[in-house]
């Protein structure tokens, strides 16, 4: 497959390059790469990325549940550059939470559920396309399912240092001293 905007097309033909290849676009052109066949579930029910090297633990919600939730993240705040894995830690604390709250875990396992039979017969993992997903996600925008999972995203996404490094974020600065004297300006992600 090999569909390229006319612009960048010409682009980078004119500069002599290859079209680059990022994993978001990849993505949009590959129905057969998802990451529901990046993640298998194990015996005792946690969820294993061989690819990336990580597990996670799933103890409240179902694993299938668990692993929607990180697509569902990657989906509303996407970036080519973070691993899975940091999806994956930002939405652990549904299941934690889920274990102690019956309310929250119904909110959780019910969200998914109605996600799955809205995206139809293969359910939202099943939707190899992001832009299919995000279609979907749109008509589901306002409910308390995805203002919960939206709302958390913001802080359990973007509050982990190893993301920092990635964005090139070099965290709090008041107690160095402030950004002027550490090179504020050298950020390269803007």
């Given at each position: 497959?090999?569909?390229?905007?006319?612009?960048?097309?010409?682009h980078d033909h004119?500069?002599?390059?290859?079209?680059?290849l990022?994993?978001?676009?990849?993505?949009?052109?590959?129905?057969?790469?998802?990451l529901?066949?990046?993640?298998?579930?194990?015996?005792?029910?946690?969820?294993l990325?061989?690819?990336?090297a990580w597990?996670?633990?799933?103890?409240?919600l179902?694993?299938?549940?668990?692993?929607?939730?990180?697509?569902?993240a990657?989906?509303?705040?996407?970036?080519?550059?973070?691993?899975?894995?940091?999806?994956?830690?930002?939405?652990k604390?549904?299941?934690?939470?889920?274990?102690k709250?019956?309310?929250?875990?119904?909110?959780?396992?019910?969200?998914v559920?109605a996600?799955?039979?809205?995206?139809?017969?293969?359910?939202?993992?099943?939707?190899?396309?992001?832009?299919?997903?995000?279609?979907?996600?749109?008509?589901?925008?306002?409910?308390?399912?995805?203002?919960?999972?939206?709302?958390?995203?913001?802080?359990?996404?973007?509050?982990?240092?190893?993301?920092?490094?990635?964005?090139?974020?070099?965290?709090?600065?008041?107690?160095k001293?402030?950004?002027?004297?550490?090179?504020?300006?050298?950020?390269?992600?803007?």
């Amino acid at each position: 497959m090999s569909h390229v905007h006319p612009h960048d097309h010409h682009h980078d033909h004119a500069h002599g390059r290859a079209p680059q290849l990022t994993r978001r676009s990849f993505l949009q052109r590959s129905s057969s790469v998802t990451l529901a066949s990046a993640i298998t579930v194990t015996s005792a029910g946690a969820l294993l990325n061989s690819a990336e090297a990580w597990a996670l633990d799933v103890k409240a919600l179902k694993p299938q549940t668990m692993t929607t939730l990180i697509q569902l993240a990657r989906d509303i705040y996407p970036h080519d550059r973070f691993a899975d894995r940091f999806y994956a830690i930002a939405v652990k604390g549904h299941d934690e939470k889920a274990g102690k709250d019956a309310a929250h875990k119904a909110l959780i396992e019910g969200g998914v559920a109605a996600l799955d039979k809205a995206a139809g017969a293969k359910g939202y993992l099943g939707l190899g396309w992001e832009d299919e997903r995000v279609k979907l996600l749109r008509k589901i925008e306002t409910t308390p399912f995805f203002q919960t999972i939206r709302g958390g995203l913001v802080v359990s996404l973007y509050n982990q240092p190893d993301v920092w490094s990635v964005l090139g974020y070099e965290g709090e600065s008041y107690s160095k001293g402030g950004y002027i004297e550490r090179g504020f300006n050298d950020i390269d992600w803007l």
